[in-house]
Nanobody
């Protein structure tokens, strides 16, 4: 069993910044990639950013240039630095981890952290 615990969400004014953190614990095995997804009310969950074990990153077009994903591998922690936030960034942000454990690949989700951007 793996637990992903997110933190850092909150209320921020448009143009402001927040930094999300997600730490994996438990029978992690080998993490292949970690990432952030978000879900706004009435919308489907969408990819925000991912970072692979080798360090390569991928971003949604809507956040490129504003968000930065990074990772502290020894701590099994992934971060999302969010700058110049706007109202459309309001959503629940979920941490995700792809991992290899006991000869199988697993995908795990955190419970989410709310980010609210006020105008």
């Amino acid at each position: 069993q793996v637990q992903l615990v997110e933190s850092g969400g909150g209320l921020v004014q448009a143009g402001g910044s927040l930094r999300l953190s997600c730490t994996a614990s438990g029978n992690i095995g080998s993490i292949l990639a970690m990432g952030w997804y978000r879900q706004a009310p009435g919308k489907q969950r969408e990819l925000v950013a991912t970072i692979a074990s080798g360090g390569s990153t991928n971003y949604a077009d809507s956040v490129k240039g504003r968000f930065t994903i990074s990772r502290d591998s020894p701590k099994n922690t992934v971060y999302l630095q969010m700058n110049n936030l706007n109202f459309e960034d309001t959503a629940v942000y979920y941490c995700n981890a792809d991992r290899w454990y006991s000869s199988r690949q697993y995908n795990s989700w955190g419970r989410g952290t709310q980010v609210t951007v006020s105008s």
